[in-house]
Each structure stands twice: as C-alpha cells, then as structure tokens.
C-alpha cells in the first residue's frame, strides 16, 4: 500500500473509534496528538476512545484527505456525535458527565497523518477550545470546566 492508502485504511478504522483495526497500521510507537493534553499512544487512546464511544455511541471524526506531500498525509476531520451514554474522561482531567442526550458538531479541524514505510507513525490535529479536543467536545455539551 502506498501512503494515501495506508492513510485511507487508517482513518476509516479512526473514523468510528475503531482503534483496535486503526493500531493494525501503526508502528509501535505511534502517537495521537492535539486533542487531549499531551500526546499518547495506541494503548492510551484506546482506553480514551473507549470512553468516548460510551458517551457518543454513533461518534464520527468525518476524516477527509486534503493532499499528500511526502509521508504526511494532510487531513481536515470534523467530530459528531449523539451523548446518549455516561461520559468518564476522568484519566484526561474531564469530570464525569452524565448523558445529556445532546448533540454535538464540532468545527473542522486540520491535522496530519505521517507514514513510515506502509504504517501510520502518527496522527496530530490541530484544534483550539473551538475546533475539537476532549474541551470543545466538553463545552459543546454545556459543562463549563471554569
């Protein structure tokens, strides 16, 4: 597979929290950076897609494929999703929120997919408060985190 492939097959799995076929094309040391505080691995966002697929049962992160440029793949995503179930981001700082039933369209955010050979070796989106991460997502339920 070339690199807009392993890109494409990556974020489709990322798409719907499917990590455990996302980590399928990712080196060992892949990591996951912008949206929570400081960046992770696989494993760590596993357990933190885990609990948001809870909280968001029909969660999307919309990937669309801007340009290819080398190993980096240019990406613009835009999160959705329907709070339907409890939502305990408590390992990233968040307090627990009860299901608010209410749903959320994040703004669009940039990022970028690097491969390395034929797998991901990282995935970054560039948010603010306002276009994603775990305190856009939070403050678009109406939780005020002071």
Same mark, same amino acid.
């Given at each position: 597979?070339?690199? =807009?492939? *392993?890109?494409?097959?990556?974020?489709?799995?990322?798409? $719907?929290?499917?990590? %455990? $076929?996302?980590?399928?094309?990712?080196?060992?040391?892949?990591?996951?950076? /912008?949206?929570?505080?400081?960046?992770?691995?696989?494993?760590?966002?596993?357990?933190?897609?885990?609990?948001?697929?809870?909280?968001?049962? %029909?969660?999307?992160?919309?990937?669309?494929?801007?340009?290819?440029?080398?190993? #980096? *793949?240019?990406?613009?995503?835009?999160?959705?999703?329907?709070? $339907?179930?409890?939502?305990?981001?408590?390992?990233?700082?968040?307090?627990?929120?009860?299901?608010?039933? =209410?749903?959320?369209?994040? =703004?669009?955010? $940039? /990022?970028?997919? *690097?491969?390395?050979?034929?797998?991901?070796?990282?995935?970054?989106?560039? *948010?603010?408060?306002? #276009?994603? +991460?775990?305190?856009?997502?939070?403050?678009?339920? +109406?939780? %005020?985190?002071?």
């Amino acid at each position: 597979m070339g690199t =807009r492939e *392993v890109a494409e097959a990556f974020l489709a799995a990322v798409d $719907t929290l499917d990590l %455990d $076929t996302a980590a399928q094309y990712c080196t060992d040391d892949f990591t996951y950076s /912008g949206p929570l505080p400081q960046p992770v691995s696989m494993d760590r966002w596993r357990g933190v897609a885990g609990r948001m697929k809870a909280g968001f049962p %029909d969660w999307h992160f919309s990937p669309q494929i801007d340009s290819v440029e080398g190993d #980096t *793949v240019h990406v613009t995503v835009q999160v959705t999703g329907t709070n $339907t179930g409890d939502l305990d981001l408590s390992p990233v700082g968040v307090p627990f929120i009860p299901a608010t039933g =209410r749903s959320i369209q994040i =703004r669009q955010a $940039t /990022g970028r997919v *690097v491969v390395s050979g034929d797998q991901v070796q990282g995935f970054t989106l560039d *948010v603010t408060p306002e #276009t994603g +991460g775990v305190f856009a997502i939070v403050a678009a339920l +109406g939780v %005020d985190m002071g």
